[in-house]
């Protein structure tokens, strides 16, 4: 994040460094590829990792504490999702952004070759947290955490920012990629119909925590 010089005195740009230093991001199981700038927390002691925790447990934070939760390749590997969310949304303040990839549910091979992966994962899913969807407000009384989905991104090639897929794949790629995310609807159409017919492997979310206003850290017991 880029943040403004604090060359010559305190001032504004002092504040705003301040702000920047203060600003927490978390990245849970954040194995060897932990985001930049960010504190990982992992199951596993390997390089990289900062906290060790287990995610199925309560987290080691507080309340309203981090700014950002980044979690690549974690959720399916997480056997409770409504106390995992819950755990997320408590350590999240008010309006923290929230960020999962994970493998398409629609590509079985993906989801299911990992002994340790636990569930198949769709964009859909989300819906049940956040309050201004169908699903938000039918099945919203599962769990009391609330997040506004602010964006999705479908992906026909997994970790392709890592790992450089053959010429056909990327070409492949681009073409799957539109036609998946042309407009929310195309994404679910993608999810429920057409995703694992040419083997969609990666989906990506946004997320905001939604929660009063003003909430600090501690402010809201548990
Ligand atoms: C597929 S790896 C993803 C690693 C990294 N985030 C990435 O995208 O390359 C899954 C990671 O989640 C961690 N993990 C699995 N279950 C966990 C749990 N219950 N608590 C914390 N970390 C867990 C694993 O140790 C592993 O490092």
């Given at each position: 994040m880029e943040t403004p010089s604090t060359a010559g005195a305190a001032g504004p740009a002092t504040e705003a460094n301040d702000a920047a230093r203060r600003r927490i991001v978390i990245d849970l199981g954040c194995g060897r590829r932990k985001k930049p700038g960010a504190i990982g927390l992992d199951i596993a002691s390997v390089p990289g990792v900062d906290i060790l925790a287990d995610v199925m447990r309560p987290l080691p934070l507080k309340d309203n504490?981090?700014?950002?939760?980044?979690?690549?390749?974690?959720?399916?590997?997480?056997?409770?999702?409504?106390?995992?969310?819950?755990?997320?949304?408590?350590?999240?303040?008010?309006?923290?952004?929230?960020?999962?990839?994970f493998p398409h549910g629609s590509a079985p091979f993906l989801t299911w070759k990992d002994p340790t992966h636990r569930r198949g994962v769709y964009l859909a899913m989300f819906e049940y947290f956040d309050p201004t969807t169908l699903d938000g407000q039918l099945w919203g009384y599962y769990h009391p955490a609330k997040f506004k989905i602010e964006r999705r991104y479908l992906n026909f090639n997994l970790n392709a920012d890592t790992w450089q897929p053959s010429r056909a794949r990327r070409l492949l790629g681009r073409l799957f990629d539109w036609a998946a995310n042309r407009s929310p609807r195309w994404q679910y159409?993608?999810?429920?119909?057409?995703?694992?017919?040419?083997?969609?492997?990666?989906?990506?979310?946004?997320?905001?925590?939604?929660?009063?206003?003003?909430?600090?850290?501690?402010?809201?017991?548990?």
């Open positions: 504490s981090v700014d950002e939760v980044y979690a690549s390749h974690l959720i399916e590997h997480v056997d409770d999702v409504l106390a995992f969310m819950g755990e997320v949304w408590r350590v999240c303040k008010p309006g923290a952004l929230v960020y999962f990839r159409l993608c999810e429920r119909w057409w995703g694992n017919w040419v083997g969609m492997e990666e989906a990506h979310i946004w997320l905001r925590a939604l929660k009063p206003a003003g909430s600090g850290p501690d402010a809201i017991p548990g």
